[in-house]
């Protein structure tokens, strides 16, 4: 609870299975149920907890995060362990994060923990808080920032049941897939191309978070690319080559993150060339992306280029309308709240192009929920990402054709009808109708605009304009329906 007031944009719902294993000389030891889980608390959330702790118990506590089979350093007599009573455990059902409803947190593994510290306190000497009883770290790259030439750590956030399925990324989804079921047989090497934001880096974790959850001694190297340059030159400098292939050859699957960073850099591209054909030859899993298919990376020797086309070779594409409403839902149900369909359709409508600019929105509208106390509604969206996406994102790319064929559709009439000189009801007020969009959405002048409905001059379209605000004013149905078609006009995919 404390967590999700004072940090909500690092809460996941995943933090309800937290086991707090007990308190001891003033160490307070969370359980996560994998080892990536807790690696991504020890990276990210160690402050935010140890602040929770010591606020919610008053005492100086620090907070030590344990993977799965991590033994407990302290003497165990020292140790208070405690399980939650059956009630507060929380009974999620199988098959990832569907269906799942938000819990409260208010009994989160922190206040929980941090209740029994306090009680066993108030029983035990000061001394038992300050002994020397250090947090132990567990697991590799603990602690400060990781070097680059590390590998880097997995994001226990970049699942495949995390990952929204839609037109722009199946066929780079269904192949993520395969590889990891089927490693080193599937597609060798895995190549997945596409623009900055769209998903690269979380298909190609979640085939490594796969692989691990299937087989969890499995080798991985997931690293950048820059991570493999950096190591490489360190390499070299220091003259500890055989190392450095050991790091790179000796596993099972490689993983290396925007490849194209490659580009220009000869010696490295020859040392990769034969990193690629050792694992190649022993059967292991290459994983690669990059912003560009394998020939249009600039300055990537040819032979390399030819390889990296030997497997498959999927691209990712922005994301359509109801693939982007599906990802925010499923990032808000992953940070632990439903986000109503309004307010996700608001935000997909004024983010259409890069994801992680959905995610920042999605944390944007969490922290205006936590600050004013309320739950998240279309209003908050539309405070936190500025009004009518209409006329700011979309609105320069709506094109003349997609208003006329929402409004021909609509209303049942031909465009050569809105184009001839008859004024009957049925058709003047869907020609007038298309006006006013046209003038809303486009930079079209009035002379052309009329020009274009059957050479009317520019008094005419300011007349369809000033007419159909008005009868909007009036006619509440009427207005109801300018208003789907305008919708419909911003995001055609919904029609
Ligand atoms: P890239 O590596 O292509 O630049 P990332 O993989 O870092 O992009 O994705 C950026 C953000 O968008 C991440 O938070 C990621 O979880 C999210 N994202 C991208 N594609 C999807 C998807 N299909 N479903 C859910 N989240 C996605
Ligand atoms: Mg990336």
Redesign the pocket.
Known sequence: MHLRTNAPELCRQWFEEIEPVGVAGGVLRLRAHSNIHRDYLQRQCNEPFNDAARTVSQMLITVQFLGPDDQVSAAPSTLTTFDPPASERIDRPSGGVNGRTPTTGRNGPVERAARVAAEQAARSTAEAAHSAVEPRAVGAGLNGTPRPSLPLALNP??TFE?????PS?RLAHAAAMAVSANPGRAYNPYFVH??????????LQAVCLKILQTNPTARIYYTSCEGFITQFMEAVQAGEMSAFRHTFRDVDVLVI?DVHFLAKRDRTQEEFFHTFNSLYQAQKQIIL?SDAPPEEIPDLEERLVSRFKWGLVSH?GP?CYE?RVA?LK??ARMRGFELPDDAACHIAARIDSN??E??GAIVKVQVMASVEKRPIDLEMAISALGPDPGAVSAGRQVQIQTIIDVVTAYFGVKVTDLQSKRRHRSVAIPRQVCMFLCRRYTRYSLEEIGGYFGGRDHTTVMHAVKTIDARMETDQEFARTVRLLDEQVRIPSIT
Request: proline share 3%; net charge neutral; hydrophobic share 35%.
């Open positions: 956030d970049y995390h990952f929204v399925v839609g990324n596409g623009s900055v934001g769209l998903g690269k880096t979380h298909l993150d992306s990712v994301p693939t990802i499923n990032k994801i992680r959905l995610e």
